[in-house]
């Protein structure tokens, strides 16, 4: 008899002892709620499953490589293979969609019935034309249910959008303080050497009061510009790597650089001018250039707007992500 108590005691101690160490491995969120097996991430206490997460990878994976080749997946960026990168990203995107998913859904905007299954109609349609594409849905899952819900949450973003463009566009004051002082062209001029020792030597003889057009023609190895004394003319953004295009609109006209490293090699950047969209219009600029640096610069501060946007909803969300469980070999 006390064989048996002894034995009935242990076994419950055993399983009292199992079930702690279970609830110890159970992973948490950052609000101290159990973790769902299937959750790689978890925005306001809902899961974002793995199972999307697959669906989600199928598909870029199948895009990377008809573009790529398949090879793409093993090199490596800065100590981090592609596909791990990408499923970093997919799951970062994950969350973002969320965010914004339910952002809008507090708003006015209603998606009726009637327009997702217009779209998955359309879809379905496009779809039918390629079987190889129609197989790979198959095999990866990607059914009714998921390709609708692609395309809620792609017409929510849209809406996102066209708030965070629209809040933009009424705010007058500001577009008015814009074209009045973003930088929209700069007139400059460049030193170009190979060593960035020399590159400071230059740099203390222009601070001396050097002429760095003389400068510029006797040490500067871009013998596109060194002969006219460095001179590159006007210049718009996206014309020259991001390093020098950085350095140059962030200056004011009758400014010099620092010395700018770049793929080429080491830069000293001198403004003669920059032109705002008031100066481009008040120098002569057609209407229409006048419009497409106008649109340009919408686009460039609706962009940051929807960045900013996107943060401070990350911001004030409860967002816990797993990457560990989004690896794969």
């Known amino acids: 008899m006390?064989?048996?108590k002894r034995s009935l005691s242990l076994i419950l101690a055993l399983i009292l002892v199992l079930a702690f160490s279970l609830s110890g491995c159970q992973k948490k969120d950052s609000t101290g709620a159990v973790v769902p097996e299937n959750a790689v991430a978890m925005v306001n206490g809902e899961v974002l499953d793995i199972e999307t997460f697959n669906k989600a990878f199928a598909m870029v994976e199948r895009s990377y490589n008809e573009l790529y080749g398949e090879?793409?997946?093993?090199?490596?960026?800065?100590?981090?293979?592609v596909k791990e990168m990408i499923r970093e990203r997919i799951l970062e995107a994950m969350v973002i969609e969320k965010l914004i998913t339910d952002h809008v859904a507090k708003t006015e905007f209603e998606l009726s019935d009637e327009e997702v299954e217009e779209a998955?109609?359309?879809?379905?349609?496009?779809?039918?034309?390629?079987?190889?594409?129609?197989?790979?849905?198959e095999a990866n899952g990607i059914d009714e249910a998921y390709i609708k819900d692609q395309i809620i949450s792609k017409l929510?973003?849209?809406?996102?959008?066209?708030?965070?463009?629209?809040?933009?566009?009424s705010d007058t004051t500001n577009l008015e303080s814009l074209y009045a002082t973003f930088p929209i062209q700069v007139d400059a001029s460049h030193i170009l050497v190979a060593e960035a020792e020399l590159a400071e030597?230059?740099?203390g003889k222009i601070a001396a009061g050097e002429d760095f057009a003389e400068l510029a023609k006797q040490y500067s190895i871009d013998t596109g510009s060194a002969g006219a004394?460095?001179?590159?003319?006007?210049?718009g953004r996206g014309t020259m790597v991001e390093e020098f295009e950085t350095a140059a609109f962030a200056l004011k006209a009758g400014e010099v650089?620092?010395?700018?490293?770049?793929?080429?090699?080491?830069h000293i950047i001198k403004i003669h001018d920059v032109q705002t969209l008031d100066t481009m219009a008040a120098?002569?600029?057609?209407?229409?250039?006048?419009?497409?640096q106008k649109s340009a610069l919408m686009s460039n501060v609706a962009q940051e707007a929807y960045t900013a946007k996107v943060e401070a909803l990350r911001a004030e969300a409860t967002v816990d992500t797993y990457p560990e469980r989004v690896k794969q070999d």
């Open 229 to 235: 004394g460095g001179a590159l003319g006007l210049f």
């Open 71 to 81: 090879d793409i997946w093993t090199q490596e960026i800065q100590g981090q293979t």
């Open 201 to 203: 030597e230059l740099k």
């Open 2 to 4: 006390k064989t048996k």
């Open 257 to 266: 650089s620092e010395v700018i490293q770049s793929q080429f090699g080491y």
């Open 120 to 137: 998955y109609a359309a879809f379905v349609e496009t779809a039918a034309e390629d079987a190889d594409l129609t197989a790979f849905y």
């Open 156 to 169: 929510y973003s849209e809406e996102f959008e066209r708030i965070v463009y629209s809040e933009v566009e």
């Open 283 to 292: 120098n002569g600029a057609s209407e229409q250039e006048i419009e497409i």
